[in-house]
């Protein structure tokens, strides 16, 4: 990470955390109120270079989810609470990771972290991505903006997020990586702004059918989504 970046991160992070502290009492008092539990998820990464660390989010999930289910949320997933489902649609719930910014282990604009998992799956070509400081947001969560929906169309959901949506997000983290500026990185945090609030709901169907249709058309000696390129509004 640059020191440019990391200024910017540092600055913004802080600024962030105290211009939103209201609304982030807002949202801990009602994800409290919905069912009574805690307030904050937190889960291990995998982080810069293979090192662990523990993610913040609001809890927008049961308490006991992990033992109900996959690692993945697909859309309808039972187990998301009634504020959960809000907080993850307009990703409220990833707030907290200023946090993880301030201190140095995620910056904001990155690839997003994974579990150890579905790390363990990469590829010594894929690993390069570890490479990179994870982020709250990146060129892959505009891409994938409608995700969740994605996967509930699927008959196993982890085997499309592993074998096809993993591989193509590596592929467009590491092609921003190798050009990416302090002003790439403000432009990525508008375009994601602007995909969530402004025209999510017609650009997150727009999403599905085209990802669908990539699926459909791939051909079986490449990998699917081969030819998906990161769209920005």
């Not at 937190?42 to 049961?62: A, L, N, S």
């Not at 997000?169 to 375009?191: C, E, G, M, P, Q």
Request: a positive charge; aromatic letters at 8%; charged letters at 25%.
């Amino acid at each position: 990470m640059t020191r440019a970046k990391r200024t910017f991160d540092t600055l913004a992070a802080g600024a962030g955390l105290v211009l939103l502290t209201p609304l982030l009492g807002l949202l801990a008092f009602l994800v409290k109120r919905d069912d009574g539990g805690p307030v904050f998820f937190r889960q291990e990464r995998v982080g810069y270079r293979g090192r662990p660390f523990r993610i913040w989010k609001f809890r927008t999930m049961v308490r006991d989810a992990a033992a109900r289910g996959l690692p993945l949320t697909v859309e309808s997933d039972s187990r998301v609470t009634r504020i959960g489902g809000w907080l993850r649609r307009s990703k409220l719930d990833e707030l907290p990771q200023l946090f993880n910014v301030l201190v140095g282990e995620m910056s904001l604009v990155g690839p997003r972290p994974e579990v150890p998992c579905y790390v363990a799956s990469y590829s010594a070509e894929q690993r390069r991505v570890l490479e990179l400081v994870p982020g709250v947001t990146d060129v892959a969560s505009i891409r994938y903006v409608a995700e969740s929906a994605l996967l509930a169309e699927s008959l196993d959901p982890e085997h499309v997020y592993v074998s096809e949506i993993v591989p193509d997000k590596i592929r467009l983290n590491l092609a921003y990586a190798a050009h990416a500026t302090v002003w790439s990185d403000v432009w990525v945090i508008l375009a994601t702004l602007h995909r969530l609030f402004w025209s999510r709901d017609g650009s997150a169907r727009r999403t599905v059918a085209s990802l669908a249709r990539r699926r459909t058309v791939a051909s079986p000696a490449e990998p699917e989504f081969a030819a998906t390129e990161g769209t920005m509004p």
